[in-house]
């Protein structure tokens, strides 16, 4: 099971884990033990493609992860 908490830390530290989440973040989250339910997993996709698209050209390369509102 996943500690959200180090996931989190893992997160904002390793920016080839941090591709990988922003790229497929329900299926990061399933692989670190989280159930992603599909209507979720959709949601997710939605709200990053989002996140990726309005952002894109303000500070390419730092993304600041939370979980849990930390």
Do not use: C, Y
């Given at each position: 099971?996943?500690?959200?908490?180090?996931?989190?830390?893992?997160?904002?530290?390793?920016?080839?884990?941090?591709?990988?989440?922003?790229?497929?973040?329900?299926?990061?989250?399933?692989?670190?033990?989280?159930?992603?339910?599909?209507?979720?997993?959709?949601?997710?996709?939605?709200?990053?493609?989002?996140?990726?698209s309005?952002?894109?050209?303000?500070?390419?390369?730092?993304?600041?992860?939370s979980?849990?509102?930390?």
């Amino acid at each position: 099971m996943a500690d959200l908490a180090t996931l989190q830390q893992q997160l904002n530290s390793d920016p080839v884990l941090r591709a990988q989440f922003m790229k497929e973040p329900a299926s990061f989250l399933q692989m670190a033990g989280l159930q992603v339910l599909p209507a979720q997993a959709q949601k997710l996709k939605e709200s990053f493609t989002s996140l990726t698209s309005k952002h894109a050209n303000s500070n390419p390369g730092f993304i600041v992860v939370s979980i849990g509102g930390r």
